[in-house]
């Protein structure tokens, strides 16, 4: 199983950016997929997390109206699109996926790709 994020890059406030994420080695309708982010120094946040049961997608309230995460099965592709992106939004974003269902304990995904790093600053 592997997992890959790409996308990320230094942007200004209130730009848009898109973070990929390849996926390989399992079938992804069958594992939630999220997507979390981590400063320095601190743990890694839930930013978002597609269900497998019925492709329910949550978000962190931090990021609701601002994210869309979307997944394309057929392509083993997910995706985050960050919107109006805001100083608080630096951080390194991970792609992960999960047997269980969606949770925002990233002790729950067992199956982690490399992170990239989004930078929001004017």
């Known amino acids: 199983v592997q997992l890959q994020a790409s996308g990320g890059g230094s942007v200004q406030p209130g730009d848009s950016l898109r973070l990929a994420c390849v996926t390989s080695?399992?079938?992804?309708?069958?594992?939630?997929i999220g997507w979390f982010r981590q400063v320095p120094g601190k743990g890694r946040e839930g930013v978002s997390c597609?269900?497998?049961?019925?492709?329910?997608?949550f978000y962190a309230e931090a990021v609701k109206g601002r994210f869309t995460a979307s997944t394309e099965n057929k392509e083993n592709m997910a995706y985050l699109e960050m919107n109006k992106l805001k100083p608080e939004d630096t951080a390194v974003y991970f792609c992960?996926?999960?047997?269980?269902?969606?949770?925002?304990?990233?002790?729950?995904?067992?199956?982690w790709g490399q992170g990239t790093l989004v930078t929001v600053s004017s």
């Open positions: 992960a996926a999960a047997r269980g269902l969606c949770t925002w304990n990233p002790d729950d995904f067992r199956y």
């Open positions: 080695g399992f079938e992804m309708d069958r594992y939630a």
């Open positions: 597609r269900s497998r049961r019925d492709g329910s997608i």
